[in-house]
């Protein structure tokens, strides 16, 4: 883990792919942002962290602990960015583009809620990245 200077913020942790293991860098996102961001953009940066970290241990690594993620969150300012990669197969970001689920579905609105509460959301081309900017 790294972080840089009091008024902007960088933390990076590699994890085991298990929701436990990922609980701390949650822990890191929640304690930084409560320090430098508003209430509302704190709640923000939690959600977005947790919606993308959820997607990487549960549907790119199947909670495999043997398998990684990588996590980093910088605070810069007045922009925050999160990026998450994983070491499992990725996905066909390009073709879930534009679906919107329904209220009655229990999975499918990873991508809603990237989009919602960020700015931007970058994929790499093999779906096992991604990163998440937000202007505060």
Known sequence: MRRSSPRDCKVEMMLPATQE??????????????ERLGASQSFAAELLAREALTNAVVHGCHSDPSQTVRCRLRIRGRRFTIAIAHSGAGFDWRSQRGNVAELSDSSGR????????????RYNDCGNAVTIFTQC
């Open 21 to 34: 293991a990922v609980e701390k860098f949650y822990a890191e996102v929640r304690r930084e942002t409560a």
């Open 110 to 121: 990873g991508m809603q809620i990237l989009l919602s509460y960020s700015t931007r959301v």
